[in-house]
């Protein structure tokens, strides 16, 4: 079959849901045939993420049905197009959370695509440039992207464990690398979870001293044994008050209401809080926590394309994956139930092969 625009496509099968209120089900999606310059990648696993659960249920309000989720995605190139060159087939790719951006801003111009100044076009729910529709994600057989959106997996890593290193991994490494974590620092992780869970990882791995944040006293030795230094429970008063003005870095990835300025009050001078987590409501901060210590509080956004495959190759060389609780695609509306409760540590992963039955 064909689109107006006479782009060859073909049909393959995906989990996905035409309404928000409706359960995730099999049904069939049209892919694009690869151009010169694809990748056409067969899925073997992927990730989820907390946000395809928002895009699914419609709770940033900009979802276009249907909706297939899924933007951390590991699997094997079956064909690339003529004019590829740094992809051939058999290599094991993984794709994230963009298929595509303007390429001509100067964010892209300089390998930060994730901050397109007209918008990247996301791995799903995104402006498909090709076909009449909006682009779907990992929850299906197989994807077509642009080359300039695959990213080398190394051959060491476990391909499961590799997929959430494409949404949670990139979205710590990218501000623990732009803020300098590294030996001779101290950062903070707030929240164990599919965020702080790779922060803690990836932190350690940097040579920071690297100081966990939680009010579960279940998650303290978890915590130690994903490498941190310290675990502080943060409504221990007593506990968060030694560590006043001592921190060079926290990395916040809690996404439910907290209170920041406790949290600020614990920078040393130029120290700064970065958010990744994305609450649905503000967090009030007080003006006085930001203009003592010259502390800065800010955010960030995933990776861009560069970063994202030195994150895959930072991993590789210190054998770093995401822990992961293995499901079949039938599984993904009780798995989204527990992601809600928190039920997971720490990261559902899909086996795509369940797909075929």
């Not at 003005?245 to 040393?268: E, F, M, P, R």
Request: proline content about 4%.
């Amino acid at each position: 079959m064909t689109t107006s625009q006479e782009t060859q496509v073909t049909n393959v099968k995906a989990f996905g849901t035409n309404a928000a209120k409706e359960t995730l089900s099999q049904m069939t999606i049209a892919r694009r045939q690869p151009t010169a310059h694809d990748v056409e990648i067969e899925i073997l696993y992927c990730g989820v993420c907390h946000s395809d659960l928002h895009q699914a249920r419609n709770e940033w309000h900009n979802t276009v049905y249907p909706c297939v989720p899924g933007h951390e995605i590991v699997g094997r190139i079956v064909s690339t197009g003529d004019a590829v060159t740094g992809h051939k087939a058999g290599d094991l790719a993984a794709v994230g959370c963009m298929v595509d951006s303007c390429r001509e801003c100067d964010p892209c111009k300089n390998g930060l695509e994730q901050y397109c100044e007209k918008g990247f076009t996301g791995t799903y729910n995104g402006r498909d440039k090709y076909l009449p529709q909006r682009t779907y994600g990992g929850y299906s057989q197989r994807i077509v992207v642009d080359e300039h959106f695959v990213l080398h997996v190394p051959e060491n890593l476990d391909p499961a464990g590799t997929a959430p290193l494409l949404c949670a991994g990139i979205t710590t490494y990218s501000p623990l690398r732009h803020w300098k974590a590294g030996p001779g620092k101290k950062v903070g992780v707030i929240g164990i979870g599919g965020l702080g869970h790779m922060g803690v990882k990836l932190s350690h791995a940097m040579g920071a001293h690297t100081i966990v944040f939680t009010t579960s006293e279940s998650k303290k030795e978890d915590a130690l044994r994903l490498g941190a230094d310290e675990v502080v429970l943060s409504n221990n008063e007593a506990e968060m008050q030694a560590r006043t003005g001592s921190l060079d870095l926290i990395l916040d990835t809690v996404s439910a209401q907290h209170d920041l300025n406790a949290y600020l009050q614990l920078l040393k001078l130029d120290g700064a809080l970065v958010l990744v987590g994305l609450p649905e409501h503000p967090l009030p901060v007080e003006p006085f926590n930001m203009v003592h210590n010259r502390r800065s509080f800010a955010g960030s956004s995933i990776g861009g394309i560069p970063e994202t495959q030195e994150m895959l190759d930072f991993c590789g060389e210190h054998n770093i994956v995401s822990d992961i609780e293995l499901i079949n695609i039938q599984q993904i509306n009780e798995a989204y139930e527990r992601l809600l409760k928190g039920d997971v540590r720490y990261r559902f992963v899909i086996d795509m092969n369940s797909l075929k039955s």
